[in-house]
């Protein structure tokens, strides 16, 4: 499975970016939607997680701001950015687990990462 995000960019502090993130998989097979960041010279760590079951976990830092969601229309997974802080740059990464439908293999996908930078 392939996973293409999109959406990244500058913005100002205070400002929303929403990235997404479109598999080659329909969304309907998604168990687990995940984005996580990185920013320069640390480690990767998770912004949020949202089973298809409802089950949401967030990190403390982006709590009530961030949020994740998908549209099965647009076959796209989404994470939405408000009241961004510059503590917020890094490269985002989209990770999504599930399971093909027709053959049963399951997946854990991950993109290549967008950058998202937040100017003070």
């Known amino acids: 499975v392939r996973v293409e995000e999109s959406g990244g960019g500058l913005v100002q502090a205070g400002g929303s970016l929403r990235l997404a993130c479109e598999p080659s998989?329909?969304?309907?097979?998604?168990?687990?939607m995940g984005w996580y960041s990185q920013a320069p010279g640390k480690e990767r760590k998770m912004v949020g997680r949202?089973?298809?079951?409802?089950?949401?976990n967030y990190a403390e830092s982006v709590k009530d701001r961030f949020a994740i969601f998908r549209d099965i229309a647009a076959n796209k997974v989404y994470l939405q950015m408000d009241s961004l802080k510059p503590e917020d740059t890094g490269v985002y990464y989209c990770?999504?687990?599930?399971?093909?439908?027709?053959?049963?293999?399951?997946?854990?996908?991950w993109g290549r990462g967008i950058q998202v930078t937040v100017a003070s």
């Open positions: 998989e329909s969304v309907r097979t998604v168990d687990v």
């Open positions: 949202v089973t298809s079951g409802g089950t949401t």
């Open positions: 990770n999504l687990q599930g399971k093909n439908w027709s053959s049963g293999i399951e997946y854990d996908a």
